[in-house]
């Protein structure tokens, strides 16, 4: 088969690793053999709606069948990656560190793959790269996961338009969340609600211990997803699939407990957790006491500053101007702040304290010119709006001495 270096690092970065299983991390080469699956009954569909999705999928597969093919698997993941060209040879399974690395040693030029005798031979001109084949006992063969979605699914088609507007919401909120694994599984929660007039729209939302973030993108028809939780990791993949592949769309396959996304030449199944459901109107302001606009450009760049030179950073509004500290007497940062007044409030003082971090990490995702920002009281979050999504940022108690932020 041949295919290019390019190809193969868009493979691997849309793999997933296996870590800390009771198998070894492992890539599965062969040929593609997807459709077994396809033709299963929707008892949601209409008649006309499973014909078209069955004519559909027949053409899905006769693009595909016989195709290169890699498989990588964990504990919660399985991804699936088809290339353009054939592949005539026996499947062979590698490890998944070697096979990585031998990609990475490759240059520019096309790429011959040759499997024999549990050898894969990578062929560039007169040079070979060889990888020995990786033998799984009985014993890790059987502790391979099985992600089955069950019988009962719901299958919905997002357009390349929607996936897109998803994918910038996404941009924006999985940020806020952690790419390791601890004992509590980062999340991000869905929702497909409801609108006037027969709409829908996908409502995401995602948050850490201090910021949480909602937004939603509106969609024809997806009928029956309703609430789950994804792992934040399985969102990223959403991201660099959209990234890299450019797909027009993608099929998503909610079943009992397991979720798929079909991008084409890109499939991910992921287990999807249960855990505490965050409400997406937590990121709704009440009653607003005062508002401000800012170029998110300027403003980050004082986040950025205060999040070096200190841990937190106080808002003071004077009736007139905004201003900020952060840090301490012998170092600190401060500035006045060049903003826009969109709300009718009280010419009053009043003043607030955020995380750096938190701050910075909010603006650097967000890819409108300007963010609004919203103060509802000392009890309540800071509000900050932008590209359609909206943040609510927690408090610090203001507790510490004037002239000292950071201690």
């Known amino acids: 088969m041949w295919t290019t270096k390019k190809e193969l690092k868009t493979a691997i970065k849309l793999s997933v690793e296996a870590k800390g299983e009771t198998f070894p991390a492992f890539v599965e080469l062969g040929p593609c053999k997807r459709g077994a699956e396809i033709f299963r009954d929707d008892p949601n569909e209409t008649p006309e709606d499973a014909l078209q999705r069955k004519a559909d999928n027949?053409?899905?597969?006769?693009?595909?069948?016989?195709?290169?093919?890699?498989?990588?698997?964990?504990?919660?993941?399985?991804?699936?990656?088809?290339?353009?060209?054939?592949?005539?040879?026996?499947?062979?399974?590698?490890?998944?560190?070697?096979f990585k690395e031998a990609v990475n040693i490759l240059d520019g030029r096309e790429v011959e793959l040759v499997a024999e005798n549990n050898v894969l031979y990578m062929w560039?001109?007169?040079?070979?790269?060889?990888?020995?084949?990786?033998?799984?006992?009985?014993?890790?063969?059987?502790?391979?996961?099985?992600?089955?979605?069950?019988?009962?699914?719901?299958?919905r088609w997002l357009s390349g338009y929607e996936l897109c507007g998803l994918a910038d919401i996404l941009q924006q909120v999985v940020p806020l969340t952690s790419k390791k694994q601890g004992d509590t599984l980062e999340t991000v929660y869905f929702?497909?609600?409801?609108?006037?007039?027969?709409?829908?729209?996908?409502?995401?939302?995602?948050?850490?211990s201090t910021v949480a973030a909602a937004g939603s993108q509106p969609v024809d028809?997806?009928?029956?997803?309703g609430i789950f939780l994804m792992p934040a990791n399985a969102a990223?993949?959403?991201?660099?699939?959209?990234?890299?592949?450019?797909?027009?769309?993608?099929?998503?396959?909610?079943?009992?407990?397991?979720?798929?996304?079909?991008?084409?030449?890109?499939?991910?199944?992921?287990?999807?957790?249960?855990?505490q459901y965050l409400s997406p109107d937590a990121t709704r302001?009440?009653?607003?006491?005062?508002?401000?606009?800012?170029?998110?450009?300027?403003?980050?760049?004082?986040?950025?500053?205060?999040?070096?030179?200190?841990?937190?950073?106080l808002f003071k509004y004077d009736g007139s101007e905004l201003k900020a500290f952060a840090g301490t007497i012998t170092?600190?940062?401060?500035?006045?702040?060049?903003?826009?007044?969109?709300?009718?409030?009280?010419?009053?003082?009043?003043?607030?304290?955020?995380?750096?971090?938190?701050l910075r990490t909010v603006l650097k995702n967000i890819s409108a010119a300007r963010v609004q920002l919203l103060f509802c009281g000392a009890q309540l979050p800071v509000y900050l709006n932008a590209s359609g999504v909206r943040y609510a940022v927690a408090l610090v108690p203001p507790d510490k001495p004037e002239g000292n932020y950071d201690k």
């Not at 060889?130 to 299958?155: C, H, W, Y």
């Not at 028809?221 to 997803?225: A, K, M, N, Q, T």
């Not at 607003?288 to 950073?313: C, D, I, P, S, W």
């Not at 600190?332 to 003043?351: C, I, S, W």
């Open 331 to 358: 170092l600190g940062v401060d500035a006045r702040l060049e903003h826009g007044r969109h709300f009718k409030f009280d010419e009053r003082e009043f003043q607030f304290t955020l995380l750096a971090e938190d």
């Open 58 to 98: 027949l053409r899905t597969m006769d693009r595909w069948f016989g195709k290169g093919f890699m498989r990588t698997a964990c504990r919660m993941y399985e991804a699936s990656f088809v290339f353009k060209e054939e592949w005539p040879h026996q499947t062979i399974t590698l490890p998944y560190a070697v």
């Open 236 to 275: 990223r993949k959403i991201l660099s699939a959209q990234r890299l592949l450019c797909p027009a769309g993608v099929f998503m396959t909610v079943g009992r407990g397991a979720l798929k996304l079909d991008f084409g030449r890109f499939v991910l199944k992921t287990i999807l957790p249960e855990g």
């Open 221 to 225: 028809r997806l009928g029956g997803l």
């Open 191 to 208: 929702e497909n609600r409801a609108l006037k007039d027969g709409l829908e729209d996908i409502l995401v939302s995602a948050h850490n």
């Open 124 to 155: 560039q001109g007169r040079e070979c790269t060889r990888l020995q084949g990786l033998v799984m006992g009985e014993e890790m063969k059987a502790s391979l996961p099985d992600i089955n979605l069950g019988t009962e699914t719901f299958t």
């Open 285 to 313: 302001p009440g009653e607003v006491l005062a508002g401000f606009e800012f170029t998110t450009r300027e403003m980050y760049h004082f986040a950025q500053k205060a999040a070096n030179g200190g841990k937190r950073v």
